[in-house]
């Protein structure tokens, strides 16, 4: 098996076998692999975007290591390999069990996506919300005003939810939300 073959499977049995030690390990040797090479390899890219699409992923408690391996390596990605992980972050985000991930998908897909687009998906997320999902929405809107200085009406947006979070019942929620409007838009 070619060394992109051997991480496919041990991606595969990792998350089939809910090992998140594995994961850990995988995760790690796939991004050194792809640093190595200097891009995604596309059946490998691939089969990480199907990993994090995957309920399995989602709903482990420490998706983090697959993830991450995006943070520092999206000058990696091709136009096509960015906007599919993007798509598949934006869809993910709300179901990942593991709370860090999703802050992380969040300011991923900030970086992936045009910010018009990822504004119109969290505010499809809002209504309904539980409070988890809540404040990784504010950690969104947040991230996506820092990427967008110069677009007002993004930076409007970002502004009015926000500032419609800080109302929120929620202690969490609203304490979060004006947080962040304090560091992002300053009186």
């Given at each position: 098996?070619?060394?992109e073959?051997?991480l496919?499977?041990?991606?595969?049995?990792?998350?089939?076998?809910c090992?998140?030690?594995s994961?850990?390990?995988?995760?790690?040797a796939?991004?050194?692999?792809?640093?190595?090479?200097?891009s995604?390899p596309?059946?490998l890219?691939?089969?990480?975007v199907a990993?994090v699409?995957?309920?399995q992923?989602?709903?482990?408690?420490?998706?983090?290591?697959?993830?991450?391996?995006?943070?520092?390596?999206?000058?990696?990605l091709?136009?096509e390999?960015?906007?599919?992980?993007?798509?598949?972050?934006?869809?993910?985000?709300p179901?990942?069990?593991?709370?860090?991930?999703?802050?992380?998908a969040a300011?991923?897909?900030?970086?992936?996506?045009?910010?018009t687009?990822?504004?119109?998906?969290l505010?499809?997320?809002?209504?309904?919300?539980?409070?988890?999902?809540?404040?990784?929405?504010v950690?969104?809107?947040?991230?996506?005003?820092?990427?967008?200085?110069?677009d007002?009406?993004?930076?409007a947006?970002c502004n009015?939810?926000?500032h419609a979070?800080?109302?929120?019942?929620?202690r969490?929620?609203s304490?979060?939300?004006?947080?962040a409007?304090?560091?992002r838009?300053?009186?």
């Amino acid at each position: 098996m070619s060394d992109e073959s051997t991480l496919i499977a041990e991606l595969e049995a990792a998350i089939a076998a809910c090992d998140e030690e594995s994961l850990a390990r995988t995760a790690e040797a796939i991004d050194r692999h792809a640093f190595d090479l200097g891009s995604f390899p596309h059946g490998l890219f691939a089969a990480v975007v199907a990993a994090v699409a995957s309920e399995q992923l989602q709903t482990l408690p420490n998706s983090l290591p697959l993830i991450k391996m995006f943070e520092y390596e999206l000058d990696l990605l091709s136009a096509e390999q960015r906007d599919a992980l993007g798509q598949t972050l934006l869809s993910a985000m709300p179901r990942l069990a593991d709370e860090i991930a999703a802050f992380l998908a969040a300011e991923l897909v900030c970086d992936l996506l045009p910010a018009t687009q990822v504004r119109d998906q969290l505010n499809g997320l809002v209504t309904g919300a539980a409070e988890p999902l809540l404040l990784m929405l504010v950690h969104g809107w947040d991230w996506l005003a820092k990427r967008n200085d110069d677009d007002d009406s993004v930076r409007a947006a970002c502004n009015a939810a926000l500032h419609a979070l800080s109302k929120h019942p929620s202690r969490a929620v609203s304490a979060e939300a004006a947080a962040a409007l304090r560091r992002r838009f300053p009186a």
